[in-house]
């Protein structure tokens, strides 16, 4: 199993920004993607954005695509997630989340991070 653990989270004015971390540990070896997702109080959890560490290759939800930048280092085992022009729709718990080779969902998660946008 991966252990993820997420940093960067905090307050932050309308039109602001901020970066997430998410550090990976155990058997990082195993995982193929990196995902962040978001669960605002009495939202459904959405996805956010993803990484492959290998490649590179990224996706984004509609909503944050040209806001948001993922990235990762590899070298690190770290994966971040680059927020700007925030809004006060984007304020959610973010965790990040990593997914095996082969599997189809994301089966290790992280505890998460706050991320508060005041208007």
């Known amino acids: 199993q991966v252990q993820l653990v997420e940093s960067g989270g905090g307050l932050v004015q309308a039109g602001g920004s901020l970066r997430l971390s998410c550090a990976a540990s155990?058997?990082?070896?195993?995982?193929?993607?990196m995902g962040w997702f978001r669960q605002a109080p009495g939202k459904e959890r959405e996805f956010v954005a993803s990484i492959t560490w290998s490649g590179g290759s990224t996706r984004y939800s509609a909503s944050v695509k040209g806001r948001f930048t993922i990235s990762r280092d590899n070298a690190k085992n770290t994966v971040y997630l680059q927020m700007n022009s925030l809004k006060p729709e984007d304020a959610a718990v973010y965790h990040c989340a990593s997914r095996d080779q082969g599997r189809s969902e994301y089966n290790s998660w992280g505890q998460g991070t706050l991320v508060t946008v005041s208007s």
């Open positions: 155990g058997r990082t070896y195993s995982s193929y993607t």
